[in-house]
């Protein structure tokens, strides 16, 4: 069983700072990993999807990398603003799983003016 | 363009009642699925859908119902609210059609509380 962690559970950042959020999951046969960004109350958006036979994919101010022979995805986010403060979460879809995502618990990104 | 729209956003229910969380897409999205969301747990997956007609369980599936007769709709059904179904629900869409996945698309929540 698929089995996702998220490292830290919290981060506090002022504004401007680059900063990591990670990812690690227990299953490496995986069809492909997404990153996900949820504001309080809201659902969720896809922020990037990295193919299993990708190393990385970027998106504006974000890079997603993803290692899967050792369980590893990380998330890179340049030049932080305040608009960016929101939980991010990270999802590997499983090889036989039938497209299912298994979620990590996120991480909480408060950027500070 | 919508997206996905669940209704409704806000329920209040006592225990035992029933009711319908409503799920709609109108993006022609063959892959439907149902989450619920608790503190400290992540999203967890409730019922899927790969097409009309065709539905499966997921990780969390007791309790619930769900059927899928057209591809746009993919309501999910309480049939006996309890207190532990407390939660926030989710429903997704995403396209199979394409040679490659495809991100999911999610709706804004319903916020379900069971007294």
């Known amino acids: 069983k698929q089995e996702v962690t998220q490292i830290p559970a919290a981060l506090s950042v002022p504004e401007g700072e680059n900063l990591v959020l990670n990812c690690s999951f227990t299953?490496?046969?995986?069809?492909?990993l997404q990153w996900f960004r949820q504001d309080p109350g809201k659902g969720l958006t896809s922020l990037l999807l990295?193919?299993?036979?990708?190393r990385e994919q970027t998106s504006g101010r974000l890079n997603a990398s993803l290692d899967k022979s050792s369980g590893r995805s990380t998330l890179y986010i340049a030049a932080s603003q305040p608009g960016d403060s929101a939980t991010y979460l990270c999802?590997?879809?499983?090889?036989?799983?039938?497209?299912?995502?298994?979620f990590g618990k996120g991480t909480l990104l408060t950027v500070n003016p | 363009n919508a997206g996905v729209t669940q209704t409704p956003k806000f329920q209040v229910l006592k225990t035992g009642q029933s009711m319908t969380l409503q799920c709609a897409q109108d993006?022609?999205?063959?892959?439907m699925s149902w989450y619920r969301q608790d503190p400290g747990m992540g999203l967890r997956l409730i019922h899927y859908?790969?097409?009309?007609?065709?539905?499966d369980q997921g990780e969390v599936p007791n309790g619930y119902n769900v059927s899928r007769s057209t591809t746009e709709d993919f309501p999910l059904r309480l049939l006996s609210a309890a207190p532990s179904q407390t939660s926030v629900y989710f429903c997704?869409?995403?396209?199979?059609?394409?040679?490659?996945?495809?991100?999911?698309?999610f709706g804004d929540g319903t916020r379900l509380s069971i007294l």
């Open positions: 997704a869409s995403r396209s199979q059609r394409t040679g490659s996945y495809q991100p999911q698309h």
């Open positions: 993006m022609n999205h063959e892959y």
């Open positions: 299953d490496s046969a995986i069809y492909n």
């Open positions: 999802a590997p879809t499983s090889r036989g799983s039938n497209y299912k995502l298994t």
């Open positions: 859908s790969v097409g009309a007609g065709i539905t």
């Open positions: 990295i193919q299993s036979s990708q």
